[in-house]
């Protein structure tokens, strides 16, 4: 089966992006010869998506660290701009360290001594509206601890500056009330100063931040001998004359060679946060040159590491055991009884009762993943077992505007495919085409997505016509924050008691 999206050219080379998904605000931390991987998961659930690689190109997605998000009231529904924000990982003293910033509750932490848990219980490091993208720091040399946060206007009316404290070595408290290390309102053009990575290097503090917005900016870098400054700041990567819009925040990590490498995220649109591996190299003058020059790199020589398999994180799943893989995430906190076990391959979904099965956008019991690539197909098999009239289940591009086909059963007792849309500001979906009769209730469904998410939606109902075209092309669009998303469902009308279940299978993802 080919991948929608490889990074390996096989030749001694890469291509950007490396992850050609939306893994929103990476970071990135070197234990031994592996790397390990996190970013932004925001409102889905799990959180703090885990990434392996031993070559900083193929990369697969070995779990999550977060099993749930909390206060659990605040997520028992969709919520795509709260939650996990840009979160950093570091080792120290044996164990993993991840903190992140919930940017309506404050600054979070975890740990494990192994990457697959299990996890520490959430610690909140410093409460309040508006902490976002932290980042700990243990100094080797003088065995200090710091931490390092931006802010987010939206909660707390400020943004454009960094925040350090000291911090306690064990990593659950901040030993003062904070001081302005960076404030980017007094530097020349600056602005929208964010997602702070703060490191120790030959003698300096270092933290390596962007500014200018995910669209437009540039990765910043700044150093001082004191962690309270003052410091001196240097654009050290911007689109120049190459396509890649704003290279944003990520994290710089040096292989067992010596080599220096940075990661880092590009926005766009409908597909999300994009993953691109830049070289780094210092300077005469000690500073650091990332890309080419200051540019990114399109194509690249390899890091120097051992020979790897060709990987990417997976997208076709075939549900073995009725289970789903880890690429999956709900839009919320999961409840029980929204999957139903059994002894077989394939996904059963239960038919949830809901009042706002007429907007996707509302419900907690969709399985989402990213999307795999700018141009795939994916396809997938599904069967309605519901006899509830109103229950369907389906296929859905899911953003702040949405695009589903699958199954609905009728008032008749009959299964009909629909295939059905939102825009942006409606409230309620609308037909995309008129429905037809599935007389076996199953179908199997087909969205074929082209350059600028574009995406055409078909099926096969088994009548013997193979696959049509349904509808008129539906552009995906993101939400605020994450990109648009593949996702799974199964519905029924409010009610009392059991409504049937939906089963799901062979979910293919192709290029």
């Not at 890091?303 to 799943?317: C, I």
């Not at 589903?404 to 609308?430: K, T």
């Given at each position: 089966?080919?991948?929608?999206?490889?990074?390996?050219?096989?030749?001694?080379?890469?291509?950007?992006?490396?992850?050609?998904?939306?893994?929103?605000?990476?970071?990135?931390?070197?234990?031994?010869?592996?790397?390990?991987?996190?970013?932004?998961?925001?409102?889905?659930?799990?959180?703090?998506?885990?990434?392996?690689?031993?070559?900083?190109v193929?990369w697969?997605?070995?779990?999550?660290?977060?099993?749930?998000?909390?206060?659990?009231?605040?997520?028992?529904?969709?919520?795509?701009?709260?939650?996990?924000?840009?979160?950093?990982?570091?080792?120290?003293?044996?164990?993993f360290?991840?903190?992140?910033?919930?940017?309506?509750?404050?600054?979070?932490?975890?740990?494990?001594?192994?990457?697959?848990?299990?996890?520490?219980?959430?610690?909140?490091?410093?409460?309040?509206?508006?902490?976002?993208?932290p980042?700990?720091?243990?100094?080797?040399?003088?065995?200090?601890?710091?931490?390092?946060?931006?802010?987010?206007?939206?909660?707390?009316?400020?943004?454009?500056?960094?925040?350090?404290?000291?911090?306690?070595?064990?990593?659950?408290?901040?030993?003062?009330?904070?001081?302005?290390?960076i404030?980017?309102?007094?530097?020349?053009?600056?602005?929208?100063?964010?997602?702070?990575?703060?490191?120790?290097?030959?003698?300096?503090?270092?933290?390596?931040?962007?500014?200018?917005?995910?669209?437009?900016?540039?990765?910043?870098?700044?150093?001082s001998?004191?962690?309270?400054?003052?410091?001196?700041?240097?654009?050290?990567?911007?689109?120049?004359?190459?396509?890649?819009?704003?290279?944003?925040?990520?994290?710089?990590?040096?292989?067992?060679?010596?080599?220096?490498?940075?990661?880092?995220?590009?926005?766009?649109?409908?597909?999300?946060?994009?993953?691109?591996?830049?070289?780094?190299?210092?300077?005469?003058?000690?500073?650091?040159v990332?890309?080419?020059?200051?540019?990114?790199?399109?194509?690249h020589?390899?890091?120097?590491?051992?020979?790897?398999?060709?990987?990417?994180?997976?997208?076709?799943?075939?549900?073995?055991?009725?289970?789903?893989?880890?690429?999956?995430?709900?839009?919320?906190?999961p409840?029980?009884?929204?999957?139903?076990?059994?002894?077989?391959d394939?996904?059963?979904?239960?038919?949830?009762?809901?009042?706002?099965?007429?907007?996707?956008?509302?419900?907690?019991?969709?399985?989402?993943?990213?999307?795999?690539?700018?141009?795939?197909?994916?396809?997938?098999?599904?069967?309605?077992?519901?006899?509830?009239?109103?229950?369907?289940?389906?296929?859905?591009?899911?953003?702040d505007?949405?695009?589903?086909?699958?199954?609905?059963?009728?008032?008749?007792?009959?299964?009909?495919?629909?295939?059905?849309?939102?825009?942006?500001?409606?409230?309620?979906?609308?037909?995309?085409?008129?429905?037809?009769?599935?007389?076996?209730?199953?179908a199997?469904?087909?969205?074929?997505?082209?350059?600028?998410?574009?995406?055409?939606?078909?099926?096969d109902?088994g009548?013997?016509?193979?696959?049509?075209?349904?509808?008129?092309?539906?552009?995906?669009?993101p939400?605020?924050?994450?990109?648009?998303?593949?996702?799974?469902?199964?519905?029924a009308?409010?009610?009392?008691?059991?409504?049937?279940?939906?089963?799901?299978?062979?979910?293919?993802?192709?290029?």
């Amino acid at each position: 089966m080919s991948r929608p999206w490889t990074a390996d050219a096989g030749d001694g080379t890469y291509r950007n992006p490396v992850l050609n998904a939306d893994w929103s605000d990476p970071d990135v931390v070197r234990v031994g010869d592996d790397y390990y991987l996190t970013a932004s998961s925001f409102g889905r659930v799990p959180g703090l998506p885990l990434l392996h690689s031993r070559d900083l190109v193929n990369w697969t997605l070995i779990g999550h660290a977060l099993d749930r998000l909390e206060p659990a009231a605040d997520f028992s529904v969709p919520r795509n701009d709260c939650g996990v924000w840009a979160p950093s990982i570091r080792y120290r003293g044996g164990r993993f360290w991840i903190f992140w910033g919930d940017p309506d509750h404050g600054i979070q932490q975890i740990h494990a001594e192994s990457i697959r848990g299990p996890w520490s219980t959430p610690h909140l490091v410093k409460a309040g509206k508006g902490l976002i993208d932290p980042c700990p720091l243990w100094d080797e040399e003088t065995g200090e601890a710091y931490l390092v946060h931006a802010w987010a206007k939206s909660r707390s009316g400020v943004k454009n500056r960094i925040t350090g404290h000291r911090m306690s070595p064990d990593g659950r408290e901040l030993l003062d009330e904070g001081t302005t290390l960076i404030d980017a309102d007094r530097i020349p053009g600056w602005f929208t100063l964010e997602g702070p990575k703060l490191h120790r290097h030959d003698g300096e503090f270092w933290i390596f931040a962007p500014a200018g917005g995910v669209e437009t900016g540039w990765q910043g870098a700044f150093r001082s001998r004191d962690f309270f400054g003052p410091y001196e700041e240097r654009v050290v990567l911007a689109r120049g004359s190459t396509t890649v819009n704003g290279p944003h925040q990520g994290g710089w990590v040096r292989t067992p060679a010596g080599e220096d490498w940075f990661l880092h995220f590009q926005e766009r649109g409908a597909y999300g946060r994009v993953v691109h591996l830049q070289p780094m190299r210092w300077g005469a003058d000690g500073w650091p040159v990332l890309g080419d020059e200051g540019e990114p790199v399109s194509v690249h020589p390899k890091p120097a590491a051992p020979a790897q398999p060709v990987e990417a994180p997976a997208a076709g799943d075939a549900f073995p055991g009725g289970r789903y893989g880890r690429q999956w995430q709900w839009t919320a906190n999961p409840r029980p009884g929204w999957t139903v076990e059994h002894a077989g391959d394939g996904l059963r979904l239960a038919c949830v009762r809901t009042a706002y099965a007429h907007d996707l956008r509302a419900l907690p019991n969709v399985l989402v993943q990213r999307l795999p690539a700018e141009a795939f197909t994916v396809e997938v098999d599904v069967a309605l077992g519901s006899e509830e009239p109103g229950a369907k289940a389906g296929l859905v591009v899911l953003g702040d505007a949405f695009s589903w086909i699958g199954l609905e059963r009728d008032e008749d007792d009959g299964v009909r495919l629909v295939h059905r849309y939102a825009e942006a500001v409606a409230e309620h979906e609308r037909d995309a085409e008129h429905s037809r009769p599935a007389p076996e209730g199953r179908a199997r469904l087909r969205i074929e997505v082209t350059q600028g998410a574009r995406c055409r939606f078909s099926a096969d109902t088994g009548d013997g016509d193979g696959f049509r075209p349904s509808g008129l092309p539906f552009a995906a669009t993101p939400w605020r924050w994450v990109g648009a998303l593949l996702g799974l469902f199964a519905t029924a009308p409010s009610g009392t008691g059991p409504a049937g279940t939906a089963g799901f299978t062979r979910f293919r993802a192709t290029a």
